[in-house]
């Protein structure tokens, strides 16, 4: 059985001068393995990540492991707790209105130098010490001046660096009303066959703020870098953004599958000495991030969402019905809304009561499979 340990890290101070924490758990391997960080819950009302690090954390510490684990559930204190009556808030920092999960800083620039001055470092030394100078930085950024980070940015940073520490990078989210989807950076599209998730979005390696970008951004910035000189290396980290299904609830089974999902990955990646966890026989359908399409809603009212998530959708099919009972007796109260292409349904707004131009549903489009 192998030892988990805890550690609270605190990430900041509230109004009444308590401090701010967030747990983090870490096993350890035999050393041979890559390191790996998982985290869950960045956005308040996305709870489900937690259930799926609870479960496995029941089944690492049963296994043989090479990879040195940590996860890190509650991973922003302040949006689990942005309630609204009976509804969790926690997408935006109420302060400056900032997506939490927008706030982590590109590291990219730090490329050039590096390569200038270590141009024929061998694979090993490239990671041990690129990854130094990521952590180093980010560290910098926490010591400096107290005025010069906002609550949000803090709890970013201080979550940055741990990721830093790895090679492989998990951030566990979920959508409003949502199918499960991968979040995939390009040069990584091979790897996403390894999970059990039918629908794969594939990214350019461009920084945006998000915790995955903020992870394989500045190595596949380096990789360029070192192909710029003549010398080809692999990009040297992976990280996904894993979007788990809806939030706003906890489901322990399908938790366990997801954990299973991201064993079988880790497995690829050789993260354990005799396990057999494989990922499952199905289709799995990609569309590049361009292809990705937010249909917002053409009229407000009340809706029937028709278009089932993970369904394909053939242009001219009914996806919705906006019911508008103000023109009952004056116009057509009930208004079909229908798709002009074909595609498959993502994930939809989690509400029946929308107004006109509202992100109503988002759909992969010119799919392909992998």
């Known amino acids: 059985m192998n030892t988990i340990t805890q550690q609270h890290i605190q990430v900041g101070e509230i109004a009444n ?15 041979s393995g890559p390191k790996v ?3 869950a819950n960045m956005h308040g009302a996305e709870v489900q990540g937690n259930a799926v690090i609870y479960q496995l954390l029941e089944q690492l510490k049963q296994l043989s492991l090479k990879a040195d ?8 204190p302040i ?10 808030l926690g997408r935006f920092d109420p302060i400056t209105g900032t997506n939490w999960n927008r706030m982590y800083i590109n590291h990219s620039g730090l490329v050039t130098e590096f390569v200038e001055q270590n141009p024929t470092l061998s694979i090993t030394e490239i990671t041990q010490q690129f990854r130094q100078r990521l952590v180093e930085h980010t560290q910098a950024l926490l010591d400096g001046p107290l005025d010069r980070l906002t609550t949000g940015k803090r709890i ?11 090679d492989i990078v998990l ?10 989807h991968l979040y995939c950076p390009e040069y990584a599209k091979g790897s996403a066959r390894y999970f059990d998730i039918p629908h794969v979005l594939l990214i350019p390696s461009d920084f945006d703020g998000a915790m995955d970008e903020a992870s394989f951004c500045p190595w596949w910035n380096l990789q360029q870098a070192y192909r710029a000189i003549g010398r080809e290396i692999p990009v040297l980290t992976e990280a996904f953004t894993v979007e788990l299904g809806s939030q706003e609830k906890i489901d322990l089974a399908e938790a366990l599958d997801d954990a299973n999902s991201i064993l079988s990955y880790l497995n690829h990646k050789q993260a354990f000495q005799d396990a057999h966890f494989m990922p499952k026989n199905i289709t799995r359908y990609v569309c590049r991030l361009e292809n990705y399409r937010t249909f917002y809603a053409p009229m407000g009212g009340m809706v029937e969402y028709t278009a089932k998530l993970g369904e394909h959708i053939k242009a001219g099919q009914t996806i919705a019905k906006i019911l508008r009972m103000d023109r009952y007796l004056s116009e057509t109260p009930l208004n079909e ?7 498959i349904a993502i994930l939809h ?11 109503l549903y988002n759909f992969f489009t010119q799919v392909e499979t992998l």
């Open 37 to 39: 960080y998982i985290q």
């Open 17 to 31: 001068g308590l401090p701010l924490t967030i747990p983090v758990y870490r096993i350890k391997g035999d050393g």
């Open 349 to 359: 707004f989690a509400s029946a009561s929308v107004n006109q131009g509202t992100e």
């Open 156 to 166: 970013a940073l201080n979550l940055q660096r741990l990721a830093h520490e790895a």
């Open 337 to 343: 809304i229908k798709l002009d292409e074909d595609a």
């Open 79 to 88: 949006g689990c707790n942005q309630k609204s009556g009976e509804f969790t």
């Open 69 to 76: 684990i940590t996860l890190v559930p509650y991973a922003n």
């Open 171 to 180: 951030d566990l989210h979920t959508g409003p009303i949502s199918a499960k």
